[in-house]
């Protein structure tokens, strides 16, 4: 018998790169939120995506097998085993090593099922055509760039190739890797969820690019020295924000203290350096947000 749950019609990957120890889940849905249900994840442990008729206990209880040692294979089994809606079910399990196992029960609505790749597993229901899974696995494994990236771009292309037969309207992008976490304290390098959005998955490219923007560390090699003309145009910068009374021909303290100042305003502690050198994505920043109070 189907009960009246909200029907999590989706499609999604979980992907591991074995270079930098990272595990993430994408997914893409015409359902509130998604970001909530389907991504399931713990560094050096694993993740799990849950979706159609989704049973959220599947992803705790999933990654608690996987510290005990199972293989993917088995945590399908144990978990659907005792289930009595398991033929409603769609999900998929990756373990440390990157290998995996998906389920996809018989009741779910066509078109239903599942593909594995290279350190990849793709899965979805309600889709188009099982194209969108194919072209999942497709991108993950020819894309290039960081984990987030290629998960991204695995969605994208997937969307372009039919998607959720029912539209769009949330998206979710889940990555850990141990002290990956803002400050290092836990292991949730990206948990971006973008609810409800006419483009969920434009959306989510976007948050993601903030993202590297607030969190990231820039290449020791595009730094610039803070001199010369760039020490004045940034001079000039923090005068249009109110920090700056006058320019200094060296980078002083006082002119120091006044650009950590508008870092922290603007949540770029993580950028901050206590040398003379500043990072140019600050610099482009800094003038886009002043181009936009000009405007308004």
Not at 14 to 23: L, R, S
Not at 108 to 116: E, L, R, S, V
Not at 226 to 242: I, T, Y
């Amino acid at each position: 018998m189907i009960k009246n749950w909200p029907e999590v019609a989706t499609f999604s990957i979980i992907g591991f790169d074995p270079e930098t120890k990272e595990w993430g889940v994408a997914v893409q849905s015409k359902f509130l939120g998604v970001g909530a249900v389907v991504p399931w994840a713990e560094a050096c442990v694993g993740a799990v995506a849950t979706q159609s008729f989704a049973n959220t206990a599947f992803g705790p209880e999933g990654l608690a097998l996987l510290k005990k040692g199972l293989a993917p294979e088995k945590i399908i089994e144990e978990l659907i085993k005792e289930d009595p809606d398991r033929e409603l079910r769609q999900f998929a399990v990756m373990n440390s090593k990157g290998e995996t196992a998906a389920y996809t029960g018989e009741n779910c609505y066509h078109w239903a099922g599942h593909q594995a790749g290279t350190y990849c597993t793709a899965q979805g229901n309600i889709l188009v055509s099982e194209d969108t899974v194919q072209q999942l696995v497709k991108t993950f494994e020819s894309a290039s760039g960081s984990l987030a990236e290629r998960l991204v771009e695995a969605l994208d292309k997937a969307q372009a190739a039919g998607g959720d037969s029912r539209g769009k309207q949330s998206a979710a992008l889940f990555i850990v890797q141990d002290k990956g976490g803002y400050g290092g304290y836990n292991d949730r390098k990206y948990d971006l969820r973008v609810d409800d959005h006419k483009e969920p998955i434009k959306e989510l490219r976007r948050l993601y690019e903030l993202h590297k923007l607030y969190f990231s560390q820039p290449a020791e090699e595009d730094l610039l020295q803070l001199e010369g003309d760039v020490l004045k145009e940034v001079q000039q910068l923090l005068a249009s924000n109110g920090l700056l009374e006058r320019a200094e021909d060296t980078y002083t303290d006082h002119v120091k203290k006044q650009l950590k100042t508008y870092y922290m305003q603007e949540n770029f502690e993580e950028r901050w350096r206590d040398d003379h050198l500043i990072d140019p994505q600050i610099i482009t920043y800094m003038k886009e947000t002043a181009d936009q109070k000009e405007t308004l």
